[in-house]
T-cell receptor, first 111, second 114 residues
């Protein structure tokens, strides 16, 4: 199908790790992105990974890419209350410039 | 430096009226995108501008929607004869070039059609 799938909701305790998963559709996708959206705000680019990479780490964020299964994940270490937001994965499909977004995962961080 | 700027931040209008939404991209970015975020449809691509090339209009949902980009910078998205289903957040993004550069988003315009 055409959809990029994400689970809708994730709840973690402060200080724990969060793992947000995404399944994309197009094996020719060149870049995959993670964006964060806080209430009333636009999309903040968190990180992105090129399709020939398996992993990318950026401070508390780790992105894992499994091309065979078309699976992308975002791990947030030492999750804080300020990480509470909706997280979107997005793919840039081969030959195109637009982003195709997932459904978004709402992360709730509890004390 | 300044990010992508969109105005107005909120717009309420009556069904049947025309609306114009403005986007001011990051200075020097040649690529500009419009997306729509609605409860039922999630985030959808609308239109893409790159330099002087013909825009990619493949995401515009109907001929009531149009967009312009003047002088390679500011863009205006126009919706004519608005309908209630046009209610959404309209997001603009820009990138340095169109080729695999990350897109940076503005805070959007929340459009409500009464």
């Amino acid at each position: 199908g055409e959809d990029v799938e994400q689970s809708l909701f994730l709840s973690v305790r402060e200080g724990d790790s969060s793992v947000i998963n995404c399944t994309y559709t197009d094996s020719s996708s060149t870049y995959l992105y993670w964006y964060k959206q806080e209430p009333g705000a636009g999309l903040q680019l968190l990180t992105y990974i090129f399709s020939n990479m398996d992993m990318k780490q950026d401070q508390r964020l780790t992105v894992l890419l499994n091309k065979k299964d078309k699976h992308l994940s975002l791990r947030i270490a030492d999750t804080q209350t300020g990480d509470s937001a909706i997280y979107f994965c997005a793919e840039k499909r081969g030959g195109g410039n637009k982003l195709t977004f997932g459904t978004g995962t709402q992360l709730k961080v509890e004390l | 430096g300044a990010g992508v700027s969109q105005s107005p931040s909120n717009k309420v209008t009556e069904k049947g009226k025309d609306v114009e939404l403005r986007c001011d991209p990051i200075s020097g970015h040649t690529a500009l995108y419009w997306y729509r975020q609605s409860l039922g449809q999630g985030l959808e691509f609308l239109i893409y501008f790159q330099g002087n090339s013909a825009p990619d209009k493949s995401g515009l949902p109907s001929d009531r929607f149009s967009a312009e980009r003047t002088g390679g910078s500011v863009s205006t998205l126009t919706i004519q004869r608005t309908q209630q289903e046009d209610s959404a957040v309209y997001l603009c993004a820009s990138s340095p070039t169109g080729n695999n550069q990350p897109q940076h988003f503005g805070d959007g315009t929340r459009l409500s059609i009464l």
